[in-house]
Antibody, heavy 119, light 107 residues
Framework: QVQLQQSGAELVRPGSSVKISCKAS????????MNWVKQRPGQGLEWIGQ????????NYNGKFKGKATLTADKSSSTAYMQLSSLTSEDSAVYFC????????????WGQGTLVTVSA | DIQMTQTTSSLSASLGDRVTISCSAS??????LNWYQQKPDGTVKLLIY???SLHSGVPSRFSGSGSGTDYSLTISNLEPEDIATYYC?????????FGGGTKLEIK
């Protein structure tokens, strides 16, 4: 079965960067788009972007260009998202989610990674 | 960007009720509309894709409908495990966007 296991919670300083991971199992990692979604405390969901591990192709929400960088390592079936120049506005839970029947249908979700930006 | 609006942010209903959650788009999205459920523990699941298609393993008491700019998710015969927040998501145009969510509670 499809499983997405995300890395643990992070406490990071303002101005720094953080890289969170999403290890996939149970399917052909290279063949499906992986999406990333942000959820601030008590707020709704916001799509950050997606990556196709097979060739590294990406699509970003313009709001997150320069903030988020998506990569994927086919050898370990792991997707990564690096967030840079962190501020309190970046404190949130970040989810990875694999496409389903369409590239924009987020059929399988990770458990989420909490990133807290604080001095 | 296409704005997705869920005008009802919270909804209270009784077990066994039929519940309808609405979502509207700022422009026509040609049925490119998904619904997700987020449980209180944060777990997110896909319920419905392309307006009315049921995702694998989702109970048949969930259904979706709509067209143009207006869409809805219906839960017939509300059960305790349906307590969650429900989000719509459009995928007509990038960037994909979500509604603000409707929190469903038991009366």
């Amino acid at each position: 079965q499809v499983q997405l296991q995300q890395s643990g919670a992070e406490l990071v300083r303002p101005g720094s960067s953080v890289k969170i991971s999403c290890k996939a199992s149970g399917y052909a990692f290279s063949s499906y788009w992986m999406n990333w979604v942000k959820q601030r405390p008590g707020q709704g969901l916001e799509w950050i972007g997606q990556i196709y591990p097979g060739d590294g192709d990406t699509n970003y929400n313009g709001k997150f260009k320069g903030k988020a960088t998506l990569t994927a390592d086919k050898s370990s079936s792991t997707a990564y998202m690096q967030l840079s120049s962190l501020t309190s506005e970046d404190s949130a839970v970040y989810f990875c989610a694999r496409e389903g029947i369409t590239t924009a249908t987020l059929a399988y979700w990770g458990q989420g990674t909490l990133v807290t930006v604080s001095a | 960007d296409i704005q997705m609006t869920q005008t009802t942010s919270s909804l209270s209903a009784s077990l066994g009720d039929r519940v309808t959650i609405s979502c509207s788009a700022s422009q026509g999205i040609s049925n490119y509309l998904n619904w997700y459920q987020q449980k209180p523990d944060g777990t997110v699941k896909l319920l419905i894709y392309y307006t009315s298609s049921l995702h694998s393993g989702v109970p048949s008491r969930f259904s979706g409908s709509g067209s143009g700019t207006d869409y809805s998710l219906t839960i017939s015969n509300l059960e305790p495990e349906d307590i969650a927040t429900y989000y719509c998501q459009q995928y007509s145009k990038l960037p994909w966007t979500f509604g603000g969510g409707t929190k469903l509670e038991i009366k």
